[in-house]
């Protein structure tokens, strides 16, 4: 009885946890991806430095509010 | 946002582009209800000097389409700049100004120089607290040459229109957030994205900019950053 009142609480504590967005890192290798399909590079001036290194363009894309919190986007 | 969620625009955007995002505006939440907030892409070279920009959330469809032509561009204007010595900024301003003709219609003159600009110490410009000069929106080239006597301007701020461009002629064309983008790339394009952003979020967006998260060194919010273990290691055995 006491083991299943147990699960029941630990079943209810992770449920009621916060639930983080789904994709916000690949699978693959980690990185995060913010729920697109996109990898994201730090920084602008980062991503400048890395493209001019692998001879590669630079995308940034400018948004309002919270990118990084698919609710605020 | 969904554009960039489709597998095929990531896989593209992934191997040619190296990215990156910035908080320039915000947005308010009404009785939980989002009000305002936009997104405007970028595609830059390496130097910060943009080639193309898409204003506003498009279909996947759009977002590959305009990735492929600044690529495409690109290659075909290093080839053009080896053969015939037009400068980069020129060919691209001019392309701008073509597929505005095309697709739009429209007809502008590219500009192919650019006036001097102050310096950023200069005593007769106004600086925020921060001591950046403040971002003025661009003005956009006119529309079947230019208006010397500002009547469109005058008759556009009359109106209150934001969707209507007016030409010389008097006559009012309704151009969407992408023809406006070209009408601005083909003078501003290659100009680095500090001076194009708060035209594009502001003139076209119709969002005011919030200049604080730009100023911000890093914008990412460092408590929800999610760190891979195992790359983080594989670096550091590296290392």
């Known amino acids: 009885m006491s083991k299943s009142i147990l699960a029941l609480f630990l079943t209810a504590l992770v449920s009621a946890s916060p639930v983080r967005a789904a994709d916000e890192s690949c699978g693959k290798c980690g990185k995060q991806s913010y729920g697109t399909s996109v990898v994201w590079s730090g920084t602008p001036s980062e991503a400048a430095a890395k493209a001019k290194a692998e001879e590669k363009l630079v995308f940034v894309l400018h948004v309002s509010g919270h990118f990084e919190d698919p609710k605020f986007t | ?127 925020d607290p921060s001591g950046r000069p403040v971002i003025q929106p661009l003005v956009l080239p006119p529309i079947d040459g230019p208006d010397v006597q500002f009547r469109a301007m005058a008759k556009e701020a009359a109106a209150g229109a934001a969707d209507a461009v007016a030409c010389r002629k008097g006559g009012r064309w309704s151009l969407g957030n992408q023809g406006r983008v070209h009408q601005l790339m083909a003078a501003y394009s290659m ?49």
Request: glycine letters at 6%.
């Open chain 2, 1 to 127: 946002m969904n554009a960039l969620a489709n597998p095929e625009v990531g896989a593209f955007i992934n191997k040619h582009f190296v990215s990156s995002f910035q908080k320039v505006a915000t947005f308010q939440i009404v009785n939980g209800q989002k009000q305002g907030g936009n997104v405007a892409s970028y595609f830059c070279a390496p130097d910060g000097r943009v080639l193309h920009c898409v204003a506003g959330p498009v279909d996947a469809g759009t977002m590959l389409r305009e990735a492929k032509w600044v690529v495409d561009s690109v290659k075909k204007a290093m080839e053009e700049n080896r053969k015939t010595e037009v400068p980069f900024k020129a060919l691209f301003r001019r392309w701008h100004a073509e597929r505005l003709r095309q697709e739009f219609g429209l007809v502008v003159e590219p500009a192919t120089f650019d006036a001097p600009t102050p310096r950023e110490d200069d005593p007769l410009s106004y600086n």
């Open chain 2, 191 to 239: 100009t680095k994205i500090e001076k194009v952003y708060a035209t594009v979020f502001e003139s076209i967006l119709g969002e005011r900019v919030s200049t604080k998260p730009v100023i911000t060194i890093n914008p990412r919010d460092g408590e929800r950053r999610v760190v891979c273990l195992t790359c983080e290691s594989k670096a550091h055995a590296q290392e």
